[in-house]
């Protein structure tokens, strides 16, 4: 059973650049939750996605969307790369918008330059 | 506003040994669910053990266990008889929601 599937792993982008980072959910799983993690921090909430629609939003501008494919899988967008959006960004999956059976990826390394 | 606080950033324990990792945390909901994450260099979050805040008994998964304190808002975790294979950063995170991390906390395990 496929847990939590997150590509590219490691990217490097141009400052000014737009990314496009994917994931794919655990089998059975029909939530998607984005984080990112800074070097040295703990992972911060970017966005969530149920039912192909953005459901809860941390404190991130609107450089940072998403989608959400009828196979629930998802796709982070950044726009307008800055130095500081590089960082480890991680992708979470459950069942239902709640906790249980959380489970994420191994993350998406960017380096912006 | 939500916030976890780990004020460890650095832990070091013996092997075999036992260690416990600090957490306080600030809520205002009523009905949230505390958690510890384990981040090994393979960089995915895995989950340590989940602690329900509506239970008044500790949740204990094998060697791990917490110390849930509702009233100071504290959430610790002890990890007994420590393996090298416990080496980490270790978040405790709360979910209101959504998940709120802490900074983390580095536990390195000396043979």
């Known amino acids: 059973d496929a847990g939590v599937t997150q590509s590219p792993t490691h990217l490097i982008k141009t400052r000014g650049q737009q990314v496009t980072l994917r994931c794919s959910p655990k089998?059975?799983?029909?939530?998607v939750s984005w984080y990112q993690q800074a070097l040295g921090q703990g992972p911060q909430f970017i966005f969530q996605y149920y039912e192909e629609e953005e459901r809860q939003r941390g404190n991130f501008p609107d450089r940072f969307s998403g989608h959400q494919f009828p196979n629930y899988s998802s796709e982070l967008n950044v726009n307008a790369l800055l130095l500081g959006d590089s960082a480890l960004y991680l992708c979470?999956?459950?069942?239902?918008?709640?906790?249980?059976?959380?489970?994420f990826g191994s993350g998406t390394r960017l380096t912006v330059v | 506003a939500q916030t976890v606080t780990q004020s460890q950033p650095e832990m070091s324990v013996q092997e075999a040994e036992t260690v416990t990792l600090s957490c306080t945390y600030d809520t205002s909901e009523s009905d949230y669910y505390l958690f510890w994450y384990k981040q090994p260099p393979s960089r995915q979050m895995i989950l340590v053990i989940r602690?329900?805040?509506?239970?008044?008994q500790n949740a204990t998964e094998n060697r791990f266990s917490v110390n849930f304190q509702k009233a100071a808002k504290s959430f610790s975790l002890k990890i007994s008889d420590s393996q090298l294979g416990d080496a980490a950063m270790y978040f405790c995170?709360?979910?209101?929601?959504?998940?709120?991390f802490g900074q983390g906390t580095e536990l390195s395990v000396k043979p």
């Open positions: 995170a709360e979910w209101g929601g959504k998940l709120i």
């Open positions: 979470a999956s459950s069942l239902g918008q709640g906790p249980i059976g959380y489970t």
């Open positions: 602690q329900e805040a509506y239970k008044q």
């Open positions: 089998s059975g799983h029909d939530t």
